[in-house]
């Protein structure tokens, strides 16, 4: 019997077959699998991706070429008249909407994405005066968003840049505005407060338009009094509502006499009508009352004028009266005659 070599490893027939695969198609294997990649790169270079809340611009060469904006987004056409000067409307950008996958030149084009969503401004304390030089602490807030890429990129490129920037346009726009206000308009009246932070709103836009930014709202955060003017104010606050009660309080009382002139006139009204009524029924039963007393008279006279000296003796006199009759008097004739014959 042979001796077997216990160091011979056992033959791996798979692996052979590769080693006899790869120096037979090695070269072109390596070569496809190269192409693979190199298109797999160029393929991602070629393409990117907008997302729903996102905005791009693409740049060839430090040149901006392509804005990519949201579905909805009219800042150009808004701001047409202040935009006209600047390279979005220049007719060298071509401008499309809407998220999802987008080309460009692969290794050429640069894309820069910015986000679309609204971003909030909160200013520092700062002191104001209203017309009347009384001084208050207020700190404001605006709701802002990117809406052109491309001038955002040229002119401001960064969120620190763009707030910045609103810190020393929106503080002093709302700080004229309220100077011009008189301070109750300022504390009390919404609706002037508004429309002069909706004025200054129009005034901070012309001025961020061109940087691709637009301001959506501007509001006064919060108003604080200085130590010196709370007493002052407090005592103005209890005028103003003295004042209010003391209007309600008229208008109280004005509605309180009419109430009553309106129930004493109806009342009138009522006591007239019956009055006129009443006067109604008892001319007829006057009349009715005549008409049997003449009836009574027509068919016993004598008795008739009995009864109604009757009723002159009863109305005439009372029982402690003496009567002095002439014997002529009719009435004595009467009295005479149912005295004799009873």
Request: negative net charge; proline residues 2%.
């Amino acid at each position: 019997m042979e001796n077997m070599n216990t160091n011979e490893r056992p033959i791996n027939y798979r692996e052979a077959q590769t080693r006899k695969f790869l120096r037979n198609h090695g070269g072109k294997t390596v070569v496809l699998a190269v192409a693979v990649i190199a298109l797999l790169i160029l393929l991602s270079e070629s393409i990117f991706i907008v997302g729903e809340s996102e905005q791009a611009s693409v740049s060839r060469f430090g040149v901006i070429r392509r804005l990519i904006l949201n579905t909805g987004n009219n800042f150009h056409t808004t701001y047409a008249n202040l935009l006209e000067d600047e390279v979005t409307l220049s007719g060298n950008v071509r401008i499309s909407y809407g998220s999802g996958i987008h080309f460009k030149v692969p290794f050429v084009d640069k894309v820069e994405t910015y986000s679309g969503r609204l971003y909030t401004y909160v200013s520092s304390s700062e002191v104001v005066n209203t017309a009347e030089k009384k001084q208050y602490y207020i700190t404001t807030f605006a709701q802002w968003h990117i809406t052109d890429p491309a001038l955002f990129s040229l002119k401001l490129g960064s969120m620190t840049a763009a707030e910045n920037q609103l810190d020393n346009i929106i503080h002093p726009v709302i700080v004229q505005a309220i100077n011009r206000m008189l301070a109750d308009n300022f504390i009390s009246n919404k609706d002037a407060l508004n429309a002069a932070l909706q004025a200054g709103l129009t005034t901070i836009n012309k001025d961020m338009c061109v940087r691709g930014i637009e301001v959506k709202d501007i509001q006064i955060h919060r108003t604080t009094l200085p130590t010196a003017n709370v007493e002052s104010t407090y005592a103005r606050m209890q005028a103003d509502r003295a004042k209010m009660a003391q209007q309600l309080r008229s208008e109280g009382n004005e509605e309180y006499n009419k109430a009553v002139a309106a129930a004493d006139l109806e009342a009138r009204q009522i006591e007239a009508a019956a009055i006129s009524e009443a006067g109604v029924i008892r001319a007829e039963a006057d009349a009715e009352a005549a008409d049997i007393y003449a009836q009574s008279y027509a068919a016993d006279p004598d008795f008739y004028a009995y009864w109604r000296a009757l009723q002159a003796l009863e109305k005439a006199i009372d029982e402690d009266a003496t009567l002095v009759l002439d014997q002529n008097n009719p009435l004595f004739a009467d009295l005479m005659k149912f005295i004799t014959n009873p």
